[in-house]
């Protein structure tokens, strides 16, 4: 996807992926008094924050202790993220603080199945095809193409507070180790304003991502690198 598709993409996008109206919960959104509905909508937000919690240290358990340093340092990332999202621009004109907090409701209840979908110790299927989540509005996808019946792999990025979007995808084709370098056309370079490079490294159940070189298939603010885990079913 190339910049000037994103401005029209980003309205869509924008108002579907973050909470806007204070609607999340019947319950909630019945009570007429504003104050007791925003005290409803904390309660909710507070159990939502609990379960993610017990959640999170009940996955501790079974890290070692590099893993869960790693999680820590995730974890503390997410925080910021949720935050810039929660009371970034787009809930600017929230006075009442009621889209505030159902948006951190909603963003703590998918950490929380992100944290359940991701950190789990299978195995990935066989080459590795399947949905991988960087938890952070990345998503990566390998996946066999009916036709060709060669493995293709496609970003599919949300990004910070603003929703900028981004979209690539090609043919994956990684090299048994170390890292191996996608590029859009072949014999681009970095400094070719159309060319994206990219470059990968598999793990088992995760992929390294680094971007080299990819402006013109993200809005300015969303990227493609990052750690993708394999997300579990």
Request: charged content about 30%; glycine content about 8%; aromatic content about 14%.
């Amino acid at each position: 996807m190339h910049c000037r598709t994103f401005f029209a993409s980003l309205l869509l996008f924008t108002f579907s992926i973050f909470p806007k109206t204070p609607e999340s919960s019947d319950v909630c959104s019945k009570i007429k008094i504003k104050n007791d509905q925003k005290k409803c909508y904390s309660k909710e937000y507070q159990v939502a924050d609990k379960e993610l919690n017990v959640t999170y240290k009940k996955i501790r358990e079974d890290l070692s202790e590099s893993q869960k340093e790693d999680l820590k340092k995730l974890q503390v990332l997410w925080i910021g993220y949720r935050d810039g999202i929660c009371e970034g621009p787009m809930y600017a004109s929230d006075e009442s603080g009621l889209e505030t907090i159902i948006c951190k409701t909603e963003t703590t209840a998918e950490r929380t199945k992100y944290l359940n979908h991701v950190w789990k110790f299978g195995k990935a299927s066989k080459e590795g095809l399947g949905s991988y989540t960087d938890g952070f509005g990345g998503t990566l996808k390998l996946f066999r193409n009916k036709s060709s019946k060669s493995i293709q792999f496609s970003f599919d990025v949300v990004r910070g507070p603003t929703a900028h979007l981004g979209e690539v995808s090609g043919n994956w084709n990684p090299a048994k180790e170390g890292k191996w370098t996608w590029a859009s056309t072949e014999g681009c370079k970095p400094e070719d304003p159309d060319c994206c490079l990219l470059e990968f490294e598999y793990f088992q159940n995760r992929i390294e991502v680094e971007e080299v070189s990819c402006s013109a298939y993200h809005g300015a603010r969303a990227y493609f690198g990052g750690s993708y885990r394999y997300k579990f079913k």
